[in-house]
């Protein structure tokens, strides 16, 4: 039995910029996701994930190019991706454990994908670079999600807090220490929807966006001598014009506002929101933490204690 475990993410910089090749600043949270996975000497496949209520859900190795539920899509993509890649095949038993609510926008899906993965190429002794292991991982999660831009995926694998291009063009490691807060709003954003959104927007007013888009790569670009640096006051800046981009291309909402602005009046950096936007979380940078919580709180936000730039994927 192997068991392997990969962490959640948070954007810091470039969210949908990313999807059009820009770069976004991805850093990785400490609530993890794990898989443990084992062969079986039967054909059978049986996969268990408590957190979404999966039990004994079972199917034959021949059933893995059927569809099969949302909840174990994700799994069953990253074994038929591996066992078609490496020529291989066994029944496995394979189950998932979360420490954190699928509904934050940490990023379970990838997560899931990348334990998968690494724990089969781990239980059939096949070698993987870490390039290697982000590759079919992407195409795991592309194959169940058709849209994304794999920053969660290099996350989950690399750690730290990286920098990252559209489908792993580049993927550099920065400096690791980015003292955040994070405030969820209550509401579940459902990234997808919001990818199309943003593109329906695209294929309507193609240069208004492109260049909401540049201005996001230049803030990216920006923000890496800075995050290098430590330099909060100059990310907080950037972080609070990115928020601005964010909000002229419609995904930030009244609830993220409201969480942002809270934390800016108790004296934070720089805020903005997290992810595809829509709902899930915002995070605010500071090094009073506590204040900054209190204030986020009043205004109806959910603190999530985090730490940043923890390690990427590994064997437990
Ligand atoms: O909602 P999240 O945390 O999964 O972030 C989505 C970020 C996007 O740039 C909108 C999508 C992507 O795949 O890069």
Do not use: W
């Not at 190795?61 to 991706?81: C, Y």
């Not at 058709?146 to 996350?155: C, E, H, L, P, R």
């Amino acid at each position: 039995m192997i068991k392997v475990s990969a962490p959640g993410k948070l954007v810091i910089f470039g969210e949908h910029a990313v999807v059009y090749n820009r770069p976004c600043i991805v850093t990785a949270v400490n609530h993890r996701m794990s898989v443990s996975l084992d062969k079986r000497k039967d054909d059978k496949i049986v996969i268990n994930a408590p957190e979404v209520d999966v039990k004994n859900y079972t199917f034959t190795i021949n059933e893995l190019k059927k569809d099969h539920p949302r909840q174990v899509a994700f799994v069953t993509s990253a074994i038929r991706n591996f066992f078609e890649k490496y020529k291989v095949k066994s029944g496995l038993d394979v189950s998932t454990k979360s420490e954190f609510s699928s509904k934050f926008g940490f990023g379970s899906s990838s997560a899931v994908t990348v334990c998968t993965l690494k724990a089969l190429s781990e239980v059939f002794k096949i070698k993987m670079s870490n390039k290697e292991l982000f590759d079919i991982s992407y195409k795991a999660v592309l194959d169940v999600q058709k849209v994304g831009s794999g920053f969660d995926i290099a996350s989950s694998i690399y750690g730290g807090t990286i920098y990252f291009v559209t489908g792993g063009k580049a993927i550099k490691p920065l400096s690791k220490n980015i003292p955040l807060v994070i405030g969820y709003t209550g509401i579940k954003a459902d990234t997808v929807t919001l990818i199309n959104m943003v593109k329906g927007k695209m294929n309507e007013n193609k240069e208004e966006i492109e260049e909401i888009f540049d201005k996001m790569k230049e803030i990216s670009d920006k923000a890496v001598e800075f995050v290098e640096k430590e330099d909060l006051i100059a990310l907080g800046k950037l972080m609070n014009e990115n928020q601005k981009l964010l909000s002229k291309l419609g995904v930030s909402t009244k609830e993220l506002d409201n969480l942002i602005s809270a934390s800016l009046k108790a004296g934070v950096y720089g805020a903005k929101l997290s992810g595809a936007g829509g709902g899930d979380c915002m995070i605010a940078l500071t090094n009073q933490k506590e204040k900054a919580e209190k204030a986020i709180q009043k205004a109806g936000g959910i603190i999530i204690p985090v730490e940043t730039g923890v390690e990427g994927v590994r064997i437990e």
